[in-house]
């Protein structure tokens, strides 16, 4: 599995297509409700599956291992919320803590941790 | 040579900034491009400080608060240049009054990569206000969209890429000068 993370808006799609020759039918977008729909080879805004997640009581580090047969050859992407001010409400604080626990649970588990920042990739594993 | 330099607010990225401009400079001229426009104490005062910094660096400062077609090229000035920052001009340009200037960070990018080709060295500051949880109006998250399409744009261009964090260098492309 190859996770990508980075901020907002820093190109990280448009690097993983380019990287990993994926076309836009690879591409599954994680809303704020449901599951990934791990058919698809790339799966992005994780940060909203963790959201998912809580609004189900589920702690997100945990329910993404359920998958995890079928995200062993992914290409995952999330945007990276873990930096600002700690927020004031708490379901968005428990989401900033799930959505860094998911995203520190799955580095373990990846093949390379790609870091992407103004377009370009950092490799951090 | 073009430099893009980017990271947290108070990172030390206008003070590597001043030091890259200056050794890329020589003997030869440096412009200070000014791009905010102050609007209260508190503006004026960080202005002073930052102009303080630059004491005996030799900097000629060009105000730079709009366009810099107007204040740069047009008046022919060239030499190094200190862009700082990105994240003022989007949005002196973007945010003009009352009402947004959508056309805006299409323009503000092209005057840039103009900059960047018009200009014997330039280092661009900008601000990486990409990483928090804060769930934005859709105003703010046009903007933060915006400088993040410009700060790409800037990245392929630019020869040398870096964040900042702490003072310390992590270099994306190329090669910082010093």
């Not at chain 1, 791990?38 to 993404?64: K, V």
């Not at chain 2, 073009?2 to 400079?25: F, P, V």
């Not at chain 2, 200070?32 to 102009?51: L, W």
């Not at chain 2, 840039?112 to 018009?118: E, G, K, M, N, V």
Request: proline letters at 4%; a negative charge; aromatic letters at 10%.
């Amino acid at each position: 599995m190859d996770l990508v993370i980075g901020g907002a808006f820093q190109g990280k799609t448009q690097w993983a297509i380019h990287q990993f020759g994926l076309t836009e039918g690879d591409i599954f977008v994680c809303g704020e409700t449901g599951n990934p729909d791990f058919s698809h080879r790339c799966i992005t805004h994780l940060e909203n599956y963790a959201l998912a997640c809580l609004h189900l009581g589920e702690p997100p580090e945990a329910a993404i291992f359920a998958w995890q047969n079928q995200w062993a050859t992914a290409v995952l992407i999330c945007d990276d919320i873990s930096c600002g001010v700690v927020p004031l409400s708490a379901q968005e604080r428990a989401w900033r803590e799930g959505c860094g626990r998911m995203l520190s649970a799955l580095a373990q588990q990846a093949d390379t941790v790609t870091r992407i920042f103004c377009g370009l990739p950092q490799r951090l594993k | 040579m073009t430099i893009l330099l980017s990271g947290g607010a108070k990172n030390g990225k206008s003070a590597l900034a001043q030091q890259l401009t200056c050794s890329l400079a020589g003997i030869g001229p440096r412009y200070y491009a000014a791009t905010m426009i102050p609007r209260d104490e508190e503006d004026f005062a960080r202005i002073a400080r930052h102009q303080k910094e630059r004491e005996g660096l030799g900097f000629t400062t060009i105000l730079c608060g709009k366009s810099i077609f107007h204040s740069i090229i047009n008046k022919k000035y060239n030499g190094s240049f200190l862009f700082d920052s990105v994240t003022a001009l989007l949005a002196n340009a973007m945010f003009p009054g009352s009402e947004p200037d959508w056309a805006a960070p299409k323009r503000v990018e092209a005057e840039l990569l103009a900059l960047a080709d018009w200009a014997q060295h330039t280092v661009f500051v900008s601000d990486a206000i990409y990483c928090d949880t804060g769930r934005y109006d859709w105003l703010t998250q046009a903007y933060r969209q915006s400088l993040a399409q410009i700060d790409r744009a800037l990245a392929a261009r630019c020869d040398c890429v870096a964040e900042l964090c702490a003072g310390q260098v992590v270099v994306y492309k190329g090669a910082l000068p010093v």
